[in-house]
């Protein structure tokens, strides 16, 4: 059985997928930017989310929505590490830190935190991968073809999720040589990351083919472009096509599930499980 080894406990992944809540501490991300800029105020949100049921809190200081400015380590570091600081010890969850920076992750994870979410997959920042191996976190490889700045521009593949896998494979590879422990490593396909709407919607629906990689998969559809397409609706109003979204991701084998509306995302768990699980007459 799959599962995480945290510095404070082991999260199992017993085939319901679990939940983590999105928090950005940024001024200008896409859905949520602003929002929880200040400090009091993203504090609440961490605890109404673990309040909600999210299994892992992921905190972020940069947005990383396409086109979106670099922010120094030094102010990405004041706008996250006070906050974890806060909860520790208020929140029983661990705390992630959204960061490709190996500065960023040292003093997160050394001021509570306790896994890290690199959009990268360790390829923006060489010394990451040593931060997290020294460290004993569990880290998430994403698949990206560019910096945020740029992934957008026209992004081809000639097999999508063929390349998708050899980036994660490579990674994978990379973090097990650098001392990350194999059961510490989740993958992400990178949902909105170099992707066009029709990518998307192919790697959702063929989710299930990242299981040949033998990490639990994450995928963090939540509110994203995709949905607006689709709907012809702006990130406010994207609930309903993200939690069908998840459903099928869900379905389709997630294992964790990264996302805005912790409460609603937990209905959706329930409702798929439940029926994946009836057993044949």
């Given at each position: 059985m799959k599962h995480l080894i945290f510095k404070n406990q082991v999260l199992e992944l017993n085939g319901i997928p679990r939940i983590m809540g999105i928090l950005n501490v940024t001024p200008d991300s896409f859905y949520d930017g602003g929002r929880y800029f200040d400090r009091s105020q993203a504090r609440d949100q961490a605890l109404r989310m673990a309040d909600e049921g999210a299994d892992i809190l992921d905190i972020g200081g940069e947005s990383t929505r396409p086109g979106a400015e670099?922010?120094?380590?030094?102010?990405?570091?004041?706008?996250?590490?006070?906050?974890i600081e806060s909860l520790v010890g208020k929140i029983s969850i661990p705390i992630s830190i959204d960061?490709?920076?190996?500065q960023v992750a040292r003093a997160s994870?050394?001021?509570?935190?306790?896994?890290?979410?690199?959009?990268?997959?360790?390829?923006?920042?060489?010394?990451?991968?040593?931060?997290?191996?020294?460290?004993?976190?569990?880290v998430v490889l994403m698949h990206t073809i560019g910096r945020p700045q740029v992934m957008q521009g026209n992004p081809v593949y000639r097999d999508l999720i063929k390349e998708i896998k050899e980036f994660l494979a490579g990674a994978i590879q990379k973090a097990e040589r650098s001392g990350v422990k194999p059961e510490n490593i989740i993958v992400d396909p990178g949902i909105g990351f170099g992707k066009t709407l029709e990518h998307n919607l192919e790697i959702i629906n063929r989710l299930a083919d990242f299981q040949d990689l033998g990490k639990p998969v994450m995928i963090g559809p939540s509110r994203k472009s995709f949905i607006g397409r689709i709907l012809d609706e702006p990130a406010g109003e994207r609930l309903e096509g993200t939690l069908a979204a998840?459903?099928?991701?869900?379905?389709?084998?997630?294992?964790?599930?990264?996302?805005?509306?912790?409460?609603?995302t937990r209905k959706v768990v329930r409702i798929v499980t439940a029926i994946k699980n009836v057993k044949s007459q």
């Open positions: 670099v922010v120094s380590p030094e102010e990405e570091i004041q706008r996250v590490v006070p906050l960061t490709y920076k190996a994870l050394a001021a509570g935190a306790e896994m890290v979410n690199d959009i990268s997959g360790l390829t923006f920042d060489p010394e990451l991968v040593s931060v997290v191996a020294e460290l004993g976190a569990p998840v459903a099928i991701a869900a379905w389709n084998g997630a294992e964790i599930l990264r996302v805005h509306d912790v409460r609603e």
